[in-house]
């Protein structure tokens, strides 16, 4: 009969409002989580050492090795406010402009909170934008604004997140925040 080899998959499960309690993490480290992930992203600096305490005291209850990961948010580039209604429908093919300067877009053109997001793109850039499901391909580049045509439709609101694949590096890996997260996660 032949030997399996051991297992070397690991369960993460994400700390949040819903696992959050004592009792839901025990439960969660009886069923098999090895890892409690937190997500820097969405709590405080100062949060985080109660949940780091939480996870461990919930370990030691149940006998069981529990890592933590901190997931640290990074830099993140963001549309801006839109006129009401706040969302607009961006169809395939539509040209749209990316202002680099605080305003309230529309479906003609939107804002950006990175004043620095054209000297980060060149004409074919891919621009995407709500984790991806809206794609925009740059046509021009001018000091104010980043000239796009739509590749992919759909609704956008406001505050998402805006990602450049193949942009030349113009924001630092780790930002501010992160440091913070990280020197208390590290104690």
């Known amino acids: 009969m032949p030997i399996s080899p051991p297992n070397k998959t690991n369960i993460i499960a994400t700390i949040g409002p819903a696992c959050g309690k004592a009792s839901v993490l025990k439960r969660l480290m009886r069923e098999g989580v090895d890892i409690v992930r937190i997500n820097a992203s969405h709590i405080e600096t100062k949060q985080l050492p109660?949940?780091?305490?939480?996870?461990?005291?919930c370990a030691r209850a149940v006998r069981k090795p529990v890592s933590v990961l901190v997931d640290l948010q990074g830099p993140r580039i963001r549309t801006g406010p839109l006129k009401h209604p706040k969302i607009v429908r961006l169809s395939r093919g539509q040209k749209i402009a990316i202002h680099m300067h605080r305003k309230i877009g529309d479906a003609a053109y939107l804002t950006t909170d990175d004043p620095r997001l054209n000297s980060a793109v060149h004409k074919g850039t891919r621009i995407f934008i709500d984790n991806g499901l809206i794609e925009l391909e740059v046509l021009s580049i001018s000091k104010n604004a980043i000239r796009c045509r739509v590749v992919t439709s759909g609704y956008l609101g406001e505050n998402k997140g805006i990602i450049i694949p193949d942009a030349k590096r113009h924001l630092p890996s780790l930002t501010t925040n992160d440091r913070r997260h990280l020197k208390v996660a590290l104690r």
């Open 50 to 57: 109660g949940y780091v305490r939480l996870i461990r005291q």
